[in-house]
């Protein structure tokens, strides 16, 4: 039973680990630039976004998911301008009322919506469906190596996989431009570099690791790890490349201790109820934050901007 249970845990906890990765490292920049908050607002457009492409399509799939989601995102920027400019309120206010706006549209859409033949309904999308992603066609090591044994390893591990090697690729080739458009944009500016178009793609790199960890893991966790890991990193070092290396030691630790924690947690108290491998692996970062603000070396100097991360 032990080793069996071993064997299959590692799929998704794998896919837990990956998709914590995909969202911390885009995150450290969004938290240097100020816009930690872009990551909850991605995680509240996609929902409408990718229950209208499983309408149009029947089927809950990575392509049209990622269109569906960039459709909603394109809305939400046109009703985000559209509220400042007829309101004439402030941009924070005008994004706080799109995306809970959205948000909630996606879920009513849900509820009214017959999902029975796939994993997508409220708690899908809160919670994701981790605990169920196991490969069942698992036999030992020895797997790896059988096709058709392969041939059954659950979709999202596939999909994660790829967009989190996605994500460290464009990490590495574009550090020096994001680094140095993050901490001076005006020198930047002045060097040549596409100031305006780095931003963007920083954005819709963040929203592809969304997309592709909402389906398995949900939105909890893609909020946590935008935002949780690098900010914890961010109080335990002022040099980015530390930063974002403690950024995947947070979000990899979370995932790990999470997923252990809502397997056998209930069962060290003696309860037999169900813990959600999302919402654990969420309070497990919330945790690792907490800890870093209070026992932080750098946590006094929280207020500080950019400037003194080197």
Known sequence: MGNEFVQFSLTPLLIGVLAAVACALPGNFLILRRQALIGDAISHVVLPGIVVAFLVTGAVAAIPMLLGAAGAALVAVVLIEAIKRLGRIEPGAAMGVTFTTLFAAGVLILEQTDTSAVHLDVEHALMGNLESLIWFRAKGWGSLLDPVALAALPDELGRIAVVCALVVVLTI??????????????????????????????????????????????????????????????????????????????????????????????????????????????????????????????????????????
């Open 173 to 310: 080739v574009f550090w020096r431009w994001l680094k140095i458009s993050t901490f001076d944009e005006g020198f930047a500016q002045a060097l040549g570099l596409p100031v305006t178009a780095i931003g963007l793609g920083l954005v819709i790199t963040a929203a592809v690791a969304a997309v592709a960890a909402f389906d398995a893991v949900g939105s909890i966790i893609v909020i946590a790890m935008f935002i949780c890991p690098p900010a914890a990193a961010r109080l335990v070092t002022n040099r980015l490349e530390h930063q974002v290396m403690w950024s995947v030691v947070f979000a990899v630790l979370s995932a790990v201790l999470g997923y252990v924690f809502a397997g056998y947690g209930p069962l060290w108290f003696g309860s037999q109820n169900a813990v959600s491998a999302a919402g654990m692996i969420a309070a497990v970062s919330g945790v690792i934050l907490g800890l870093a603000c209070l026992f932080g070396p750098h946590r006094s100097r929280v207020g500080v901007g950019r400037e003194e991360v080197l």
